[in-house]
């Protein structure tokens, strides 16, 4: 078990079953390395919000246990909370006041923020997220990227060790998309670990150190982005394919897959000449052999079985 | 103990090194308040919390509406003087306004509470949670952490002040007008006794602030409603039809076994304020049901609201 000071968020075997006994969350170890930039992925509906509210304190978990910087909770949320910024679900504020209203209402609910840096803090933070100038719209009168923005800049008010933020560019046009991914790389620069659910590929192909991918409430995949990308796999082209995937598995390959004109499986530590060579020795006519680089999105598909919604 | 050392015997100190070795943008002592802050963080909250509800329009609404009654009853009752009223017809002390107008404020609270303070009680208590559940900021707050039950005890604080200030609107109101349109002078109780005009508006007060902690406890019975939905609406009507079934039921005698247990059967029982010596028995029974009104609502209140999952 690693130990939990370098881990920014841990859960074992948290779970949430809703009353109506449907599973939303099954048992999931979650190990965020502080500093991180966390992509939490998966298709809508397999239980990214739900462990989002269990790990912030919204829900209580049906089994299981969680940490939050390092402090087991339930327990520990008052000393960790302050600590965590957050945007879950949308961004949500009262429409009659400002922007920047709106900013220090949340911040006079906490009981361990500085009342008297708090306009120094709300510009910065609303500086950060291009939003300084519309401080004192209503935020009724605010568009939905603006609305987001606002939403992520409440996580920027005071010093974070961790920002939560669940799907923080929907509704964001691809400009906004972009200021998104660059916000999340400065806070991260910062030494923030950041853990982001999305079921946008592209947003945490570029920006994640790594991922966990949740499928029907399990978590399926989880590790740095480069070890999930770096499992390469062979594309053997033949005509004899049956022929072709038995000698693949009887050289110890794994994942091995064919239909009628090709023999997929993973290369693991094997080097594709000797694969070659073996082939043809064994009287298989090869047509062809790569090495593709799988993209994450069939990482994705594969691990979940569904599709992304690509924009 | 080194410096590591203690980082790692202190967990939030050893995952936020990384960000304590970067001093570019940390600044603990900007962003933290320290254990003396000019400014104590409940206050802070709760004064928050004022803004948010005397900042709304809809609310503010409601005050003004409010304040529409004094004025209104005022110039009917001013212009239907004349017109004698039977003993046990209209509400208590008309009778008494023609000789001092001091009295228009107790006639219009007793007026108000039939159904405009009770409304006014039910939108600021029914909206406490469910309204902020019903925008979503409520995962905001908890998130920050306000804390379940620091949030639950503001909320009741701010719909007791809203009660005061309500109750208070009208009298000063009904004062006011009573000393325009009326005879004013010594007041007359109704046990013959004469005692001045400033004793009177002291009893006022008295009064004012009797009838507030009475909508204060319905207030607790908004709050537990408050919190069992995310739709403000209904916890709004919900406290409104139980606050007018039980004013109905207070008038059936068929049902007098029950009318002491009925939360509004104590609203007007401030009559022993206006005899020679004050008879307080009433009012003490009704102090006496407001708090058990309040304690047990404000139990199931804050036995829901802190095991609940915030879903919205």
């Known amino acids: 078990m690693t130990s939990a000071a370098g881990l920014a968020l841990s859960s074992s075997g948290l779970t949430k079953r809703y009353r109506g006994g449907q599973l939303a969350v099954d048992g999931i170890d979650l190990a965020v390395p502080a500093g991180s930039v966390y992509g939490f992925l998966g298709p809508n509906g397999s239980g990214k919000t739900t462990t989002i509210r269990m790990l912030l304190g ?43 209203a709106n900013l220090a209402r949340l911040d006079a609910a906490d009981r361990t923020a500085n009342p008297s840096t708090l306009q120094d803090r709300i510009d910065r933070a609303l500086d950060r997220v291009g939003l300084l100038a519309a401080a004192d ?9 603006m609305k987001q923005r606002l939403g992520i800049a409440t996580s920027l008010l005071r010093q974070r060790a961790l920002v939560v933020l669940d799907e923080p560019t929907n509704g964001l046009d691809p400009q906004g998309t972009r200021e998104v991914r660059a916000l999340i ?53 033949t005509p004899k394919p049956d022929q072709a995937a038995t000698v693949l598995r009887d050289l110890g390959l794994t994942g091995v897959t064919q239909d ?8 693991g530590t094997m080097l594709p000449e000797v694969i070659c060579e073996r082939l043809v020795l064994a009287g298989v006519p090869v047509a062809g052999l790569e090495t593709p680089r799988r993209s994450l999105e069939d990482e994705f598909v594969e691990l979940t079985g569904e599709g992304f919604d690509v924009d | ?76 009752f001013r212009l239907t003087l004349s017109a004698p009223t039977g003993p046990g017809n209209g509400p208590a002390f008309l009778n008494q306004l023609a000789g001092n107008g001091v009295f228009l404020a107790l006639v219009v609270l007793s007026l108000t509470l039939l159904l405009l303070l009770p409304l006014a ?44 200030a309500a109750c208070l609107e009208i009298s000063a109101l009904s004062l006011i007008m009573g000393l325009v349109l009326f005879h004013t002078g010594p007041v007359t109780l109704l046990s013959g006794t004469t005692i ?29 409603a408050s919190t069992l939905t995310q739709h403000p609406v209904g916890a709004i009507a919900g406290l409104l039809v139980i606050a007018i079934a039980s004013e109905i039921c207070d008038q059936v005698p068929q049902l007098s076994s029950i009318h002491s247990f009925l939360p509004t059967h104590y609203w007007l029982s401030w009559d022993g304020l206006f005899r020679a010596p004050i008879d307080w028995s009433g009012m003490t029974h009704g102090l006496v049901s407001f708090a058990v009104y309040a304690v047990v609502f404000g139990s199931v209140a804050w036995a829901k609201f802190t095991s609940a999952d915030v879903t919205s």
């Open chain 1, 58 to 100: 919204l829900m209580q978990p049906t089994a299981g246990s969680h940490d939050v910087l390092g402090l087991p909770m339930p327990a520990g949320q008052a000393r960790a909370l302050p600590l965590v910024g957050s945007l879950v679900e949308g961004p949500a504020f009262y429409p009659h006041l400002s922007g920047r």
């Open chain 1, 137 to 145: 719209k209503r935020y009724r009168a605010y568009s939905l990227g």
């Open chain 1, 185 to 237: 790389r400065e806070i991260a620069a910062d030494g923030t670990t950041v853990f982001v659910s999305s079921h946008l590929l592209a947003e945490v192909e570029q920006t994640c150190t790594h991922v966990g991918v949740m499928r029907t409430g399990k978590l399926v995949y989880q590790g740095s982005l480069a070890e999930l990308r770096g499992q390469a796999r062979l594309l053997v082209k």
């Open chain 1, 260 to 267: 009628s004109q090709e023999v997929r499986a993973d290369l």
């Open chain 2, 1 to 76: 103990m080194s410096t590591d050392a203690r980082r790692l015997a202190d967990p939030v100190l050893a995952s936020t090194e990384v960000a304590i070795d970067r001093p570019r943008q940390h600044r603990p002592d900007a962003d933290t308040a320290g254990a003396s802050g000019p400014v104590p963080a409940w206050f802070r909250f709760f004064s928050s919390e004022l803004r948010l509800v005397f900042g709304r329009p809809r609310n503010l609404a409601l005050l003004g509406v409010l304040a529409l009654v004094p004025i209104f009853f005022g110039i009917v």
């Open chain 2, 121 to 164: 009680i039910a939108v600021i208590a029914g909206d406490s949670v469910a309204g902020e559940a019903g925008l979503g900021t409520l995962r905001g707050l908890l998130t920050v952490p306000a804390g379940r039950s620091r949030l639950l005890a503001v909320k009741y604080a701010v719909i007791g002040v809203f009660s005061l």
């Open chain 2, 196 to 224: 001045s005009l400033g004793a009177g508006v002291v009893r006022i007060l008295l009064v004012t602030v009797y009838v507030a902690l009475g909508l204060t406890s319905l207030g607790a019975i908004g709050l537990a």
